[in-house]
């Protein structure tokens, strides 16, 4: 029975013919022992057909479908051309090896091609690999590390891509980082406490707060300078007259020792730390909160930002939160309580994380087993609408919320709860008419913004047709008074012509007159 072998390298898509192996006696110790000699191996393996990718983008979609299993139509279209058909009722006489045995199932649901991929596969395609760029002639020296190294970049680069998109990393680097600085705040603000009761030891029981005994520590510096006029500003940082005048009053009669200049100045920047360490963790709260209502708007609502973005990091991803089911969700950051449990066949724990939301703590001591039920199946509901839906809503986080309330009555008060598919309906019946309101809103503006075009259109119109008028009478006015200038033009000169000829004719007269006075005479 003849074995094809089929190659995916970063340059396009090899199929190999392997001659003279025995069926019943396929070693795999003395092909991998033969591989490495390209003598031995040329003649068990020859190349049969190569199709080379025609871009990067190309080969990018081919590995892509070939890492899920998936056959392209180029690759069909390959296997076809080459390999022997498959007759139809008849047994074929060859088979296809595949690294990868998602894609060889794809095959031969598809084409009906048989395929198999062992560990005696595995090893010959390993020869192809290690020999490959002897089996293509046409190959320049170096093409195929580069082909390799531009698909490995843009391969990586997709996937982390997939994985930016749905931006859970940065909540769990930031509730990582929530929980550091809150055990690295607390420690070295006790630290700023005993450094500085040694100079002032009657503040530690005035002001209990860590953040406002560093904001005291670092405002008074020296008790011997206190005086009354520290107490407004004192008054200003802890919110009370009356705790300001009796820290002024305590640092009169403090029985602590004095520190130099030097020490004090370590104090103040080491409080001046602490301070800085503090407010640049509420601003990394309140990123928190922001990148929660992006990615989890409704797990957020149910349970909360903190909570929510530690059962996410437990997880993983959010993805992963929204593969697990809820009994698993129920325990999740329990399992050393678990495991011991399932080891001395003990009581299983009822709750994980989920113990820190406020609704278990609400709970008399006989419910917050069935709460805890309760809650996590809320909360796998909520994380796979977040997964997997298109939209950021929080509609239905605040009603899984209310359900959540609801259930908490009944088990105090006896009242009955809505049923989940009722208010599932209730939530995409309102969502449906909010983007009708929406999408109505959105016509009448249109509407209105193509009446307010169709009325500046009218003005303009209207408006050109006025100054086309203007411009006409202009014209005719300007016309009438050329007109006008042409005629009496022509009037004066038809009224000096007159004149002349007068002259002219009574020269006439006159020789006519002395002509016949002459002829009399004679």
Not at 39 to 64: C, I, K
Not at 340 to 349: F, Q, Y
Not at 354 to 370: E, L, P, Q, Y
Not at 407 to 425: C, H, I, Q, S, T
Request: charged share 35%; hydrophobic share 35%; proline share 2%.
């Amino acid at each position: 029975m003849a074995m094809y072998l089929l190659y995916e390298s970063s340059s396009g898509y090899g199929l190999f013919e392997a001659h003279g192996l025995d069926e019943i006696g396929q070693n795999t110790e003395a092909v991998r022992s033969s591989v490495t000699d390209l003598s031995r191996f040329g003649r068990v393996v020859q190349l049969t057909a190569f199709h080379p990718f025609e871009s990067a983008l190309d080969a990018l979609n081919q590995v892509n479908a070939v890492s899920e299993g998936v056959m392209t139509d180029e690759l069909r279209s390959f296997l076809e051309l080459n390999l022997p058909k498959v007759k139809e009722g008849k047994k074929p006489k060859f088979s296809l090896g595949t690294s990868e045995p998602k894609l060889g199932s794809h095959i031969l649901e598809a084409t009906k091609i048989p395929c198999q991929s062992n560990e005696f596969v595995l090893e010959l395609l390993r020869g192809v690999r290690l020999h490959f760029d002897r089996f293509i002639k046409d190959l320049k020296p170096g093409d195929l590390e580069k082909s390799q190294l531009g698909l490995a970049h843009s391969y990586s680069r997709a996937k982390v891509k997939f994985n930016v998109n749905r931006v859970d990393n940065m909540v769990i680097q930031a509730i990582f980082l929530l929980d550091t600085l809150d055990k690295d705040i607390n420690s070295f603000a006790m630290r700023v406490r005993e450094w500085y009761s040694w100079h002032f030891p009657e503040l530690v029981k005035i002001v209990n707060d860590n953040y406002l005994y560093a904001r005291v520590s670092k405002m008074i510096d020296d008790k011997s300078k206190l005086t009354e006029d520290h107490i407004p500003m004192l008054t200003e940082v802890l919110g009370d007259e009356d705790k300001a005048k009796e820290v002024v009053e305590a640092g009169k009669a403090s029985m602590g020792q004095d520190l130099s200049p030097l020490d004090l100045i370590n104090v103040q920047t080491f409080a001046k730390k602490v301070m800085d360490l503090a407010d640049y963790r509420k601003k990394l709260y309140d990123y928190l909160v922001a990148k929660m209502s992006d990615i989890a708007p409704n797990l957020a609502a149910l349970i909360g930002d903190m909570v929510g973005a530690r059962l996410i990091s437990h997880a993983g991803s959010l993805t992963n939160l929204a593969k697990c089911p809820s009994s698993t969700l129920q325990i999740l950051g329990a399992e050393k309580a678990l495991f011991r449990a399932l080891k001395t066949r003990g009581n299983t724990p009822k709750y994980g994380l989920i113990f820190h939301s406020s609704f278990i703590g609400r709970a008399s001591a006989k419910n917050k087993g069935r709460i805890a039920r309760y809650l996590a199946n809320k909360c796998s509901i909520a994380s796979r609408i977040d997964c997997f839906a298109d939209g950021a809503t929080t509609a239905f986080g605040e009603k899984l919320r209310e359900q959540v309330e609801e259930r908490l009555e009944f088990y105090d008060k006896g009242v009955a709860p809505r049923k989940n598919v009722d208010v599932m309906k209730e939530v995409i019946e309102n969502l449906q008419n909010k983007d009708e309101e929406g999408k109505e809103t959105v016509d009448a503006s249109a509407k209105k913004s193509k009446k307010k075009k169709a009325k500046v259109e009218e003005e303009e119109t209207v408006d050109e047709e006025k100054s086309e008028k203007k411009k006409k009478r202009k014209m005719e006015t300007e016309e009438e008074n050329e007109k006008s200038e042409k005629k009496k033009k022509k009037k004066s000169k038809s009224g000096g012509d007159e004149e002349t000829d007068d002259g002219h004719s009574k020269k006439k007269s006159k020789k006519k007159k002395k002509s016949k006075s002459e002829d009399d005479d004679e």
